[in-house]
């Protein structure tokens, strides 16, 4: 009954029900350890069960969340060697570039090398203009090489950088400027890889 004060001698010491028919103090003790023993077996498998579930899904979000970091290790490792490589090609050509700008400064006769390779390429029966920046054609007169090019029309153009030509026929224009070539030789670098 709520709100009634118990006196002394109605306050029990607490019994666990007794299984019908033990009216033995044995027997009934021995239920009620039993009774203690499934409790306590009952509990700890519960608890182990929950345990072993609980475990199990914190390791399967570790699997997952450690597949999830080595994918994004493996994006972030294929990211930064195709920019490493990207890097090295343009370094290599910039490199290949400046030496031979630099030649070409020096004096070496480049210019002729191109002009006499793609006029062998294309055929220079075919072609009706040659274009050449106006140092190079200096350098092909000073050598007596425009002799060469008797026939063809060779026009001063300030736009192509020294060592390179273009060179039209009448069924095409051939680019042999040194940027044209690197640009495929990037591209054809890139490309393999």
């Given at each position: 009954?709520?709100?009634k ?6 306050v ?15 027997e ?16 700890l ?6 345990a072993h ?10 699997v ?8 994004e290790?493996?994006?972030?490792r294929?990211?930064?060697?195709e ?22 400064d020096?004096?070496d ?8 390779e793609?006029?062998?390429?294309i ?11 106006p ?34 026929t009448?069924e ?14 990037r ?5 393999e890889?």
């Amino acid at each position: 009954m709520p709100g009634k004060v118990l006196e002394r001698g109605e306050v029990r010491p607490y019994r666990p029900p007794v299984k019908p028919g033990c009216e033995d103090e044995e027997e009934r003790r021995q239920s009620i350890e039993q009774a203690m023993r499934e409790g306590y077996q009952e509990g700890l498998r519960r608890g182990t069960a929950e345990a072993h579930e609980k475990l199990q899904a914190e390791r399967r979000a570790g699997v997952e969340q450690i597949a999830r970091a080595l994918e994004e290790i493996a994006t972030l490792r294929r990211n930064v060697l195709e920019s490493l490589r990207r890097e090295t090609v343009d370094l290599a050509l910039t490199a290949a570039a400046r030496l031979v700008r630099a030649r070409i400064d020096q004096g070496d006769a480049v210019i002729q090398r191109v002009v006499s390779e793609t006029l062998e390429k294309i055929g220079a029966g075919t072609v009706c203009e040659v274009r050449l920046h106006p140092a190079d054609i200096e350098l092909m007169r000073s050598e007596d090489l425009l002799a060469k090019l008797a026939g063809i029309e060779v026009v001063a153009d300030d736009g192509i950088a020294r060592g390179g030509v273009l060179i039209e026929t009448a069924e095409e224009e051939v680019d042999a400027r040194l940027e044209t070539a690197l640009l495929v030789l990037r591209e054809s670098l890139l490309e393999e890889s």
